[in-house]
């Protein structure tokens, strides 16, 4: 009667313990799918991931100079090389790579670098763009924040940088013009 | 204190900070009267659709814009791009309809069985205010989208204040942050519109604080004479408002999911234009019974009164109403104008949404005055000359001795409210 | 309990017969059949295809539909290179270029349907001072919807009752509030000649243009309804099995 009330307990113990989990295990997994959306909506929307590729003419570019384009919101690095730099990126040792990768994997036509211009450290945009800029001890590309070195392939020599300045997937439309993505 | 728990962890902490002590003692053994009805569900689902109100708004305004030239579209960029965009904002809208419907019905619980009575005074005011920072709330958080609807109705409604005398003007033009609805007073609504949900939840935990301090009313309006009357709140009362979370959810979600647009206005899927008015201004639903007190009188400055008045007479309510039962179970003639007095509410809505002419401006009027005659005539009379019933010795009498009421108060209680 | 169940029932009804009376403001729509109606409602993609064809190539001459992009015309059916042929046919202004200049170029998946007017003045202007509103909201922009939308295409006569002032400019129609508007009828026999190979009757076309706007309007219906289907059974067996444990739990209080 009254004082029963207060404690739950009797004989259908085990099929209300039995009901309990069931009903708390089904609620759980509910709860956690509900909350699915919620997060993805945090990802790239259609609009976001529907970016259309970038397309750049190269026939400005002149042998040594460089531009950086956006793509994706991020700067992309292409350089005109010249034959000295050629050369120098593709004499080098692999023992002497943090992050081993042969030039020639590297590059589409062996004068074009095209590659994200994001340091792999922390995400910087290195210098080494410009004429006036550093270039760092390798001649390619040098970070400001944290000081990593990147050659004229755009591979990590010295520095915190774990790897190579990622070159993105691109394609040449005609003999100078590029769409990358 | 902590010596109950014996989980090392737990007791480590609740030493420091007594978190499992405070959710044991107001989430576990509060006790709860058992004879409450599901009526009583309502409190508890209020406090889940402010969660889940929320949780949507803030992932939605990660992807809003409040700006006039790009809110309209970022709303649709989340209606059609982000993931699920759809369905956050479909909960969002829906959710404030929601809202309104659980809240109006726990008050009009509160109404019938006399839980506004010392000393649940404080308990009310709360709630009161619960309401009126939903009000704001909702108004705001409906101009965000720049629809038609969004602009005319912050048009309208922040015209009100101009019919204050003398500063009526230079508050309004406060309040807009320029000469007309714009761009600074969309900004401010959706950072007030962020701000004052959590207004809310402070004050839904002060109404909390305040209604374990005077425990629940129940359906006989009469105290708990000892632990036989009472139920420890979990498990009985977890399970029971868990269950109505349920039931409450598919009721949510049909709308959600087959009926989105139900509540909503299609001139609201126009963008804001300041040089047309829509044919039709209409509040959403939940403010349809103020907006008709509103029009009920011929004067602009008597309407804004008469409108907030409908709102500031409900806090006296405790004391307008000189009965000293509680529960309109006991009261014969409290409960017949109980229900007429919802009548009129639900005509005031009905008004609300009709145009101002013809029959409807003196049915409005009626209604409107009918509202007030409830409160400031009716009940302090009715109390004064009601003869109400025997009330039961305690909640369990009428079970042990076969009283005044059916037996079985606990368990179908939706048959006995 | 009962008398809370029928001022329940009255509340509904009030509000529902509030919006309703509000809804119509105009003449009565008839109701039509949809695909896309009920609780497992889908687009009918012939129907989305064809409503397409009739936009771009009759609609779109005066009405825009800015939220909608040639990517979203995957959704009704086209394969990626169709859509991309689809949208090469539209040339649109980008830029500026190096040289600071705009230019244009083919309509790529990513750029937003080719609106035919610069702007509102624009459009104006070549509409005598009519605005054809935009198409990408219309299905849910007016009371009636769907059905408003078919009625006012189809809607149209040649000449008005008698005693009709019809003005300058304007055309008859049964469907539009104040029957006056300045848009002509769009759709005759034959009007286009669907890709398919479906006749195009005036009700053919009708259904299929509201078809399109519909979806341009609600592109996340199926994905909605599907969903729901998911949901409401989830919640069916989870709220079953709370009252289940509920009752067994308060079994033994009286």
Redesign the interface.
């Known amino acids: 009667?009254?004082?029963a009330?207060?404690h739950?307990a009797g004989q259908g113990e085990t099929r209300r313990d039995f009901l309990l989990y069931a009903t708390t295990a089904v609620?759980t997994v509910g709860t956690a799918l509900a909350l699915w959306?919620?997060v993805?909506?945090?990802?790239p929307?259609?609009?976001?991931l529907a970016l259309s590729s970038t397309e750049v003419d190269l026939a400005p570019i002149a042998e040594g100079q460089s531009v950086t384009v956006t793509w994706r919101g991020k700067p992309v690095f292409i350089r005109h090389r010249t034959k000295e730099e050629i050369e120098k990126a593709r004499s080098v040792q692999d023992s002497a790579l943090p992050d081993p990768q042969k030039d020639e994997d590297r590059v589409k036509k062996p004068e074009w670098l095209v590659m994200i211009g994001v340091c792999t450290h922390l995400g910087c945009v290195p210098l080494g763009q410009k004429a006036s800029d550093p270039k760092g001890e390798f001649e390619g590309w040098f970070c400001p924040c944290h000081g990593s070195h990147y050659d004229t392939s755009g591979r990590i020599r010295k520095g915190p940088a774990p790897t190579n300045l990622p070159v993105p997937e691109y394609a040449f439309l005609t003999d100078t013009t590029i769409k990358i993505g | 204190m902590s010596g109950e728990f014996n989980n090392k962890t737990i007791k480590w902490v609740d030493d420091r900070l007594p978190i499992f002590t405070m959710l044991k003692h107001s989430a576990v053994d509060y006790p709860t009267p058992?004879n409450l009805s599901y009526w009583w569900n309502f409190g508890s689902l209020a406090g889940f659709v402010l969660v889940i109100m929320i949780?949507?708004g803030i992932?939605l305004a990660?992807?809003y814009t409040a700006n006039t030239s790009m809110a309209f579209?970022s709303v649709?960029?989340i209606?059609?791009?982000?993931?699920?965009?759809?369905?956050?904002r479909?909960l969002h809208a829906n959710g404030g309809s929601m809202f309104f419907i659980v809240v109006y019905i726990h008050m009009f619980r509160g109404m019938y069985y006399g839980s506004y009575k010392g000393p649940r005074e404080l308990l009310w005011w709360l709630g009161l205010l619960i309401m009126v920072a939903m009000m704001a709330t909702a108004f705001m958080g409906y101009v965000l989208p720049w629809g038609q609807m969004s602009f005319w109705g912050a048009t309208v409604i922040t015209n009100l204040f101009s019919a204050i005398p003398l500063v009526g003007d230079y508050i309004v033009t406060w309040l807009w942050g320029g000469f007309s609805v714009d761009n600074p007073t969309l900004n401010r609504f959706f950072a007030l519109h962020y701000l004052l949900p959590f207004v809310l939840f402070a004050l839904v935990f002060l109404h909390l604080v305040a209604l374990h301090a005077v425990k629940s009313n129940n359906p006989l309006g009469i105290d708990p004479k000892g632990?036989?009357?009472t139920?420890?709140f979990h498990?009985?009362f977890t399970?029971?408002d868990?269950?109505g979370m349920?039931?409450f959810?598919?009721v949510y979600?049909?709308f959600?999911?087959?009926a989105?647009?139900f509540f909503g206005e299609?001139?609201n899927?126009?963008p804001a234009n300041p040089m047309v008015t829509p044919?039709?201004i209409?509040p959403e639903?939940y403010f349809?019974p103020f907006y008709a007190i509103l029009r009920a009188v011929p004067d602009k400055l008597g309407g804004v009164i008469m409108m907030f008045g409908s709102i500031i007479v409900l806090f006296f309510l405790p004391w307008l109403d000189t009965s000293k039962v509680k529960s309109g179970r006991f009261r014969p003639l409290y409960k017949q104008f109980f229900?007429l007095f919802?009548?009129d509410c639900?005509?005031l809505?009905?008004i609300g949404?009709?145009p101002a002419e013809g029959a409807y401006v003196l049915i409005g009027q009626i209604a409107t005055a009918y509202y007030f005659f409830h409160f400031l005539v009716l009940l302090p009379l009715i109390g004064k000359i009601e003869k109400t019933k025997p009330l039961p010795h305690s909640i369990?009498a009428p079970?042990?001795k076969g009283g005044g009421i059916p037996a079985g108060a606990?368990?179908k209680p939706?048959?006995?409210? | 309990?009962r008398?809370?169940i029928i001022?329940a029932l009255?509340?509904v009804g009030?509000?529902a017969?509030?919006?309703g009376?509000?809804?119509s403001?105009g003449p009565a729509i008839e109701k039509q059949s949809w695909s896309w109606q009920g609780?497992f409602g889908t687009y009918d993609r012939g129907a989305l295809q064809r409503g397409w064809q009739i936009y771009s190539t009759i609609c779109a001459s005066c009405h825009s539909m800015d939220?909608l992009y040639y990517r979203?015309l995957m959704e009704i059916g086209f394969t990626e290179e169709q859509v991309k042929t689809i949208a090469a046919g539209y040339e649109v202004t980008d830029g500026p270029n190096d040289n600071g200049e705009m230019f244009t170029r083919p309509a790529r998946l990513s750029d937003p349907l080719k609106a035919p007017f610069a702007n509102e003045q624009a459009a104006r202007a070549a509409n005598n001072g009519a605005y054809p509103?935009d198409l990408?909201?219309i299905a849910?922009?007016?009371?009636g919807?769907p059905d408003y939308a078919y009625a006012l295409l189809t809607g149209y006569k040649e000449t008005p009752p008698a005693g009709f002032a019809l003005m300058e400019g304007m055309y008859y129609n049964e469907a539009f509030p104040g029957h006056q508007i300045a848009m002509p009828a769009q759709l005759y026999e034959g009007s286009v000649t669907y890709a398919d190979g479906t006749p195009a009757t005036i009700e053919q076309m009708g259904k299929d243009i509201v078809s399109f706007l519909n979806f341009a309007?609600q592109?996340?219906l199926e994905?909605?309804?599907a969903?729901?289907v998911k949901?409401?059974l989830f919640?069916?067996v989870?709220?079953g099995m709370?009252?289940a444990?509920?009752r067994k739990?308060?079994a033994d209080?009286?």
Do not use: C
């Not at chain 2, 939706?414 to 409210?417: D, G, I, P, R, V």
């Open positions: 009667m009254a004082e009330a207060t739950a609620g959306p919620f993805h909506s945090m990802n929307a259609a609009d976001v | 058992k949780l949507s992932f990660m992807n579209e649709e960029r209606m059609r791009d982000v993931n699920y965009g759809w369905l956050l479909y632990p036989q009357d139920i420890p498990p009985y399970i029971k868990l269950y349920g039931v959810m598919m979600l049909a959600v999911f087959w989105p647009d299609p001139d899927y126009i044919a039709h209409v639903w349809l229900w919802v009548i639900l005509v809505g009905y949404a009709k369990s079970v042990l606990t368990a939706m048959e006995k409210a | 309990m008398k809370v001022s009255t509340a009030l509000t017969a509030a919006t009376a509000l809804a403001g609780v939220l979203n509103p990408s909201l849910k922009a007016r009371p919807g309007a592109p996340e994905a909605r309804k969903l729901g949901v409401m919640l069916l989870l709220t709370m009252y444990l509920k739990i308060w209080v009286h």
